[in-house]
């Protein structure tokens, strides 16, 4: 299944090009928050938001007064991806019954509900707004998008925590190889910079709690890491069965070869000890790309910048790969972008294909400290010109989800 249009909103730029030139260049998308006013007591004040961002671009203003940002983020991606496509246009060369959406997000439009139900809370059940269910539902960014579209193929939400995206990247991957879907539009969008979410993580010790220094927070894989970086953002792909994409004379990006999907059944937060579901959904994903752990350039790793998960994802890349693993570049680009929850392993899965096209790495910013237990080469010196065949994209949620993603270089 080839890559044929891509989409991306993070907190380092507002489209493709924008991003790519960020991460290039090193640069944190961490910031005070802006999108509400932090209370006093709320120990983490920053976070990596989407600046600059009008829906208005991709929606009338009516729509998307009508639509949570998560679904306005999903919306947006998409149009870039479908433009990159060739498909925003014209889709008379793509049957609608084969033409499907799949789009995860891990807790979909919650600054829509935290608005409403304070309204409730209020003025009484007869102020919430009759918007209100089809703003919060998860799904509703995959409805969207497939109204948009006319896309009648499968259509759901996938939602898996922070595995969400790369869930419904995999699934999608699926549809096409079963034969039931000739083109997907997938991945992953979320919207969580809110007093309840920003809340319950920081109760949960999960933030960084740097706020004298935002831009230096998330340091994935450094021995001095406490913790990640909230973040929001969509990243988005257009998927297709490679026949498909030839007959139209599409321009093909990269490949998704191969697909690990496991569950740590564990800890309901904690990651299996040693990464141990990780292991397998790398192996898993090898296997089904026909992949050697030799063959295997560049890994984007899940690398939050939490000292469980960098430390036990170290080790299970270690397990995976072998010796190799010492050759390769394990990056993080979350040292960047945030952790953007469900939208993750799509975000992840664009940059992995851009670094496949491109042959080159970003870096893992803000690491000045070695863990001896994480000791890889994570690409901590700028970014690395190097050619990447075969990229693996790591995803891992609270509930012991995990997905990864083998995504290949095309060479036609």
Known sequence: MVITGTGLITAVGNDVQSNWAALLAGRSGAAPITQFDPPEDLKVKFACEVKGFDPAEYMDRKEAKRTDRYAQLAVAASVQAMREAGLDESRDDIDADRFGVLIGSGIGGIATFEEQHARFIEKGPARVSPFFVPMFIADIAAGLVSIRYGAKGPNYATVSACASGAHAIGNAFRSIQVGES??????GTEATVTPMTMSGFAALTALSERNDSPETASRPFDATRDGFVLGEGAGMLVLEELEHAKRRGATIIAEVAGLG??????????????GEGALRAMRAALKSAGATPEEVDYVNAHGTSTPANDLNETAAIKAALGEHAYSIIVGSTKSMTGHTLGAAGGVEAVISA???REGVIPPTINYSTPDPECDLNYGTQGPIQRPVKLALSNSFGFGGHNVCLAIRRFDG
């Open 354 to 356: 851009l670094t496949c």
């Open 261 to 274: 999907q496991t569950a740590d059944a564990y800890h309901i937060t904690a990651p299996a000890i040693g």
């Open 182 to 187: 000739d083109a997907m539009i997938t991945g």
